[in-house]
């Protein structure tokens, strides 16, 4: 066997894709076979488009990743604990006393204050292209972050890298698609301040109802302003530090404030919510559905093998055993099954892109969410009409032919 090699470009700056891209396209001219992988640039490009049309190079192309609804695991969402601070009765000296406070608590590894939560809006809009000059306006989100952002939630940055210094700031790739150039290196002015692109991240995603026109990262200690806060636990520890945290804002919040702890998973399905409630309907009446079809589909095999009791009857004389009998009745039934699936899944399909538009992250619906459908249904498809076949095939054949 050929021995392969393996190229893995990496690290700052510009250059990596255009050298993978060139020695993939030699080697491939050179009749080697070329698997090209992108673990962070995972949005769809000019690049790969060239690539998919040559035959020696397979392209393994990556799922999109979203904010943190897809870097973080349901598991290190459900260990991060979300803390509102937007108390009108504190200092922000008092709320970043008391993160300090509260993080030092052994289960906590890690803190991350903000001025809002996440999940409930963004720190502001508009950016300028121009220094003083109010017509080179454009549209973006402004999340304020620590240098820490990126890190605690997981999301990966594409190219360059994550914050510095307090001039830097970060993009996501929805806003370098937008405005169709490479943004590393350009300065943007929010006033009179001026930021220089320092890395862009994946695309982020905050609202999972309205298509994002881009955010960008600004540096910020909140010395001036802290809203939200969250902590990161050891596994297992996190009811013990809810507990804990509990207790300490008890002791500096007034008798009549009750303290608001959840985790940043207890936020998603919070923002989700009509979305789940619509999910469980949906799935009782596909179950009520599902049901009524087996009962059809039990009813129609009856019908059937009552029909067709002589002639099973007159195949087990003739020596036809229960395996054959079995496929004479089950090699229909699937094919009804197949066609059934060949014209309601493609309309399925539509349907289900169709209600995601409305939605940027909700669920998701790869190449195992419809073979495990399609492999369930027909299991039990299958299992009714055996049970079925198994009584008549199992009936003495000298009792059907008496009975005529």
Same mark, same amino acid.
């Given at each position: 066997?050929?021995r392969g @090699?393996?190229?893995?470009?990496?690290?700052?700056?510009?250059?990596?894709?255009?050298?993978?891209?060139?020695?993939?396209?030699?080697?491939?001219?050179?009749?080697?076979?070329?698997?090209?992988?992108?673990?962070?640039?995972?949005?769809?490009?000019?690049?790969?488009n060239?690539?998919?049309?040559i035959?020696?190079?397979?392209?393994?192309?990556?799922?999109?990743? $979203?904010?943190?609804?897809?870097?973080?695991?349901?598991?290190?969402?459900?260990?991060?604990?979300?803390?509102p601070?937007? $108390?009108?009765?504190?200092?922000?000296?008092?709320?970043?006393?008391?993160?300090?406070?509260?993080?030092?608590?052994?289960?906590?590894?890690?803190k991350?204050p903000?001025?809002?939560? $996440? @999940?409930?809006? /963004?720190?502001?809009t508009?950016?300028?292209?121009?220094?003083?000059?109010?017509?080179?306006?454009?549209?973006?989100n402004?999340?304020?972050?620590?240098?820490?952002?990126?890190?605690?939630?997981?999301?990966?940055i594409?190219?360059?890298?994550?914050?510095?210094?307090?001039e830097?700031m970060?993009?996501?790739?929805?806003?370098?698609?937008?405005?169709?150039?490479?943004?590393?290196?350009?300065?943007?002015?929010?006033?009179?301040?001026?930021?220089?692109?320092c890395?862009?991240?994946?695309?982020?995603i905050?609202d999972?109802?309205?298509?994002s026109?881009?955010?960008?990262?600004? =540096?910020?200690?909140?010395?001036?302003?802290?809203?939200?806060? $969250?902590?990161?636990?050891?596994?297992?520890?996190?009811?013990?530090?809810?507990?804990?945290?509990?207790?300490?804002?008890?002791?500096s919040?007034?008798?009549?404030?009750?303290?608001r702890?959840?985790t @940043?998973?207890?936020?998603?399905h919070?923002?989700?919510?009509i979305?789940?409630?619509?999910?469980?309907?949906?799935?009782?009446?596909?179950?009520?559905?599902? /049901?009524?079809?087996?009962?059809?589909?039990?009813?129609?095999?009856? @019908?059937?093998?009552?029909?067709?009791q002589?002639?099973?009857?007159?195949?087990?004389?003739?020596?036809?055993?229960?395996?054959?009998?079995?496929?004479?009745?089950?090699?229909?039934?699937?094919?009804?099954?197949a066609?059934?699936?060949?014209?309601?899944?493609?309309?399925?399909?539509v349907?289900?892109?169709?209600?995601k538009?409305?939605y940027?992250?909700?669920?998701?619906?790869?190449?195992?969410?419809?073979?495990?459908?399609?492999?369930?249904?027909?299991?039990?498809?299958?299992?009714?009409?055996?049970?079925?076949?198994?009584k008549?095939?199992?009936?003495? =054949?000298?009792?059907?032919?008496?009975?005529?």
């Amino acid at each position: 066997m050929e021995r392969g @090699l393996i190229h893995i470009y990496c690290g700052d700056g510009k250059g990596k894709t255009s050298s993978a891209v060139g020695l993939a396209v030699r080697a491939a001219g050179c009749k080697k076979k070329v698997l090209f992988a992108r673990f962070l640039k995972n949005e769809n490009s000019g690049e790969l488009n060239i690539l998919d049309s040559i035959s020696d190079i397979e392209v393994l192309h990556l799922e999109k990743s $979203y904010g943190f609804y897809k870097t973080l695991t349901e598991k290190e969402k459900s260990e991060i604990i979300s803390l509102p601070l937007d $108390y009108r009765f504190m200092k922000n000296s008092e709320k970043l006393a008391l993160i300090e406070r509260i993080s030092r608590h052994p289960s906590i590894t890690d803190k991350l204050p903000a001025d809002i939560n $996440y @999940l409930g809006g /963004i720190s502001g809009t508009g950016m300028y292209t121009e220094k003083g000059n109010r017509d080179s306006y454009i549209e973006v989100n402004i999340m304020n972050i620590s240098s820490n952002f990126f890190e605690f939630m997981n999301i990966p940055i594409l190219s360059g890298h994550t914050l510095e210094t307090n001039e830097q700031m970060v993009a996501d790739h929805k806003l370098t698609e937008r405005m169709k150039k490479d943004l590393l290196g350009m300065t943007l002015y929010n006033y009179e301040d001026g930021y220089t692109v320092c890395g862009t991240c994946s695309d982020f995603i905050a609202d999972t109802y309205n298509q994002s026109q881009g955010f960008i990262f600004l =540096p910020c200690n909140f010395n001036e302003y802290v809203g939200h806060c $969250y902590l990161k636990c050891k596994p297992g520890s996190v009811e013990e530090v809810k507990s804990f945290i509990e207790e300490t804002l008890k002791e500096s919040f007034p008798p009549s404030i009750q303290p608001r702890i959840s985790t @940043l998973l207890d936020d998603i399905h919070q923002t989700q919510a009509i979305e789940n409630k619509m999910k469980g309907i949906i799935f009782f009446f596909s179950f009520v559905s599902l /049901i009524i079809t087996l009962l059809g589909v039990y009813s129609a095999i009856t @019908l059937d093998t009552e029909r067709r009791q002589k002639e099973v009857a007159i195949r087990k004389v003739n020596g036809a055993g229960l395996k054959q009998i079995i496929l004479l009745f089950t090699r229909m039934y699937i094919y009804l099954l197949a066609f059934s699936a060949i014209i309601a899944f493609p309309i399925c399909y539509v349907v289900f892109q169709l209600w995601k538009n409305m939605y940027i992250v909700f669920f998701n619906d790869g190449p195992l969410f419809w073979t495990s459908i399609f492999m369930g249904v027909a299991a039990i498809t299958i299992l009714t009409i055996i049970f079925r076949i198994l009584k008549i095939a199992k009936t003495n =054949p000298a009792e059907v032919i008496k009975n005529e």
